[in-house]
Structures are given as C-alpha cells and as structure tokens.
C-alpha cells in the first residue's frame, strides 16, 4: 500500500502502526518519529518563515477571510506516487491543506485513492482515528496493542490524581498574540491531570481572549503551549509576553513543545495528559523526560528545563 499523509498527527500514528516503509510522501511539518522527516514533502506553507506570532496572526486572518489557502499541494508529486490512501483533515483550517483541494487531487488520479479525513475534537476520538487507519490499513492488531497501551497509560494518571484533594485552576494559553485559550482535547487533558481549565471548552475551538479574562480567570497555573511550537521556541514566546503572563498572578508558569505534546491530535498526546498531571500534582505523578517543559522564571527572564 502506497500512502500519503497530509497530517503530522496521522504520520505519527501510521508509524506507530508499523507502517512507515509504505509511507511515501508527508507535510513539511511532519518531524516524528526522525525517519518520517526524511520522507519527500508534498506541502509548503505560503506563509513565510521568521514573522511574529502577530504577524503570524495577521497573516493567516486576511488569507483565510480572503478565502486564500495557507499551503500548497504538490500534485505532481502526488501524481507520481499513485496512492492507494491519502490521509488528511477537515477540523482546522490553518493546520493543512484544504480536504476539498485534497479531494478534488485525489479524483484526478488513475490510483483511485482512498482519502480519510481524520477530524478529533477529544482525546478519545484521537484515538479512535488509530483504530480507523488500523483498520484501513490492515494493521489491527497492533492498533489494538497501541490502544491498550494508551489506556493503560491514561488509567494510570487519573488514578493517581483522583484524590489529590486539590484541583488547581489552569489557564493553557495556545498562542500568546493575540492570546487563544486551548480547545478541543486540551481542557479534557486538564481535567483528566487533576485541574480546572479556567477559560477553555472540552470540545470546542480554540478562541482568543483577552489578557483582562485570563486574569479574571484566577489561574494558578498557566501552561504556555503556542501550537505548532517546539520548546525552544515555546521558551522564547513565553519570555517576549512575560510581563502580560506575570500580570495574571499564577504561582507557576511552564512553557511546553506545544507541537509534540499538545498541538498534534496524534499518540504523543497522552504523554502531554502525563506531562500536565506532573505539573499540576508533582508529588503524584513522575516527572516527564527531560526536553518537555521548562518552568519558567519570568523575572529573570529564565526558563529551567
């Protein structure tokens, strides 16, 4: 089977299915596990590289109400590869390529591929899309074992906190400017680690707010995620807003890599649901390796790893 992920999330779980050599082409953005980034890249984002989280922002609003696309399809390159499965996504706009776009390639092609849209909106449906590509792609005992391994995992976390006697109250900021509040799994990852998500809607989209309501908000912890960001980048994004994100009165602030823990529907969200349970209840839960998170001092400007 030739496949084509469009999707760093599904990239991730279709190497976690032992399905990596059958795996042809993948986003520019696909980055894990190291062989995935090796792969040949069938996308390209318009917009350009080394802009501000504003200008990020700003750049994405006027091609999206403009009815603009954010990335391109390489097409002759898909052509070349014939695939038999083309994974892809409906649920964010900003995050891949257009699935009508995707569709309307897909039916160009002598191959007839099957194209999935994997669209999760909770950890659960996460991982039920592992089942669904499990099972798309005859690898359904490993799904399974996988699946089994991820619940075990996520048991054990809300095991250990179910009688912490205290549920810290959360802010997990996705993107610091304009600042947006987690949607979608994170509030349900935070309930799950033992704490109150202040502003964010299991479920829901992520939404902007403003630095007035997470400090209403009261939280106690905030966990600096931008999507898309590695911890490096996290750190110095958490560090350029760090007298907005001093101004909300936490006790502690973590900036985390946003993009393998949190942003990504994908496996490695339930070692974010790990990495969260830790820093809401550390005497609870084992630390996470190293490289995950940084606790941040926004005084001195300083982000311990």
Same mark, same amino acid.
């Given at each position: 089977?030739?496949?084509?992920?469009?999707? &760093?999330?599904?990239?991730?779980?279709?190497?976690?299915?032992?399905?990596?050599?059958?795996?042809?082409?993948?986003?520019?953005?696909?980055?894990?596990?190291?062989?995935?980034?090796?792969?040949?890249?069938?996308?390209?984002?318009?917009?350009?590289?080394?802009?501000?989280?504003?200008?990020?922002?700003?750049?994405?609003?006027?091609?999206?109400?403009?009815?603009?696309?954010?990335?391109?399809?390489?097409?002759?390159?898909? #052509?070349?590869?014939?695939?038999?499965?083309?994974?892809?996504?409906?649920?964010?706009?900003?995050?891949?390529?257009?699935?009508?776009?995707?569709?309307?390639?897909?039916?160009?092609?002598?191959?007839?591929?099957?194209?999935?849209?994997?669209?999760?909106?909770?950890?659960?449906?996460?991982?039920?899309?592992?089942?669904?590509?499990?099972?798309?792609?005859?690898?359904?005992?490993?799904?399974?074992?996988?699946?089994?391994?991820?619940?075990?995992?996520?048991?054990?976390?809300?095991? #250990?906190?179910?009688?912490?006697?205290?549920?810290?109250?959360?802010?997990?900021?996705?993107?610091?400017?304009?600042?947006?509040?987690?949607?979608?799994?994170?509030?349900?990852?935070?309930?799950?680690?033992?704490?109150?998500?202040?502003?964010?809607?299991?479920?829901?989209?992520?939404?902007?707010?403003?630095?007035?309501?997470?400090?209403?908000?009261?939280?106690?912890?905030?966990?600096?995620?931008?999507?898309?960001?590695?911890?490096?980048?996290?750190?110095?994004?958490?560090?350029?807003?760090?007298?907005?994100?001093?101004?909300?009165?936490?006790?502690?602030?973590? #900036?985390?890599?946003?993009?393998?823990?949190?942003?990504?529907?994908?496996?490695?969200?339930?070692?974010?649901?790990?990495?969260?349970?830790?820093?809401?209840?550390?005497?609870?839960?084992?630390?996470?390796? &190293?490289?995950?998170?940084?606790?941040?001092?926004?005084?001195?400007?300083?982000?311990?790893?």
């Amino acid at each position: 089977m030739r496949i084509v992920s469009l999707v &760093p999330s599904a990239t991730e779980m279709l190497f976690a299915l032992g399905l990596g050599r059958q795996v042809q082409a993948v986003t520019h953005e696909c980055d894990h596990p190291a062989e995935a980034a090796e792969l040949p890249h069938i996308t390209r984002s318009v917009i350009p590289d080394g802009l501000s989280a504003r200008e990020i922002d700003t750049a994405v609003r006027e091609r999206t109400e403009a009815g603009q696309a954010l990335y391109e399809l390489d097409a002759m390159l898909l #052509a070349e590869i014939e695939p038999d499965l083309i994974v892809t996504q409906a649920l964010c706009a900003v995050c891949a390529v257009s699935v009508n776009d995707v569709r309307a390639a897909a039916a160009e092609l002598p191959s007839e591929p099957r194209v999935i849209s994997l669209d999760p909106t909770t950890l659960g449906e996460t991982l039920t899309d592992i089942r669904t590509l499990a099972e798309a792609t005859g690898a359904v005992g490993c799904g399974d074992t996988i699946l089994r391994e991820y619940a075990d995992r996520i048991d054990r976390v809300t095991e #250990a906190v179910k009688d912490a006697g205290r549920t810290p109250r959360v802010a997990a900021i996705e993107w610091l400017d304009p600042p947006f509040v987690g949607g979608h799994w994170v509030p349900q990852m935070i309930e799950m680690a033992g704490g109150e998500d202040v502003l964010g809607l299991a479920g829901e989209r992520s939404q902007t707010v403003t630095w007035e309501e997470l400090r209403a908000g009261a939280p106690e912890i905030v966990v600096s995620m931008p999507c898309g960001y590695d911890l490096q980048r996290s750190i110095t994004e958490t560090l350029d807003h760090g007298e907005r994100l001093e101004s909300l009165g936490a006790t502690q602030v973590v #900036a985390t890599d946003a993009a393998a823990y949190f942003s990504r529907p994908g496996p490695r969200l339930v070692d974010g649901l790990e990495l969260l349970a830790h820093v809401l209840h550390p005497d609870l839960v084992e630390e996470p390796p &190293p490289g995950r998170l940084a606790r941040m001092d926004l005084t001195t400007g300083a982000g311990a790893l």
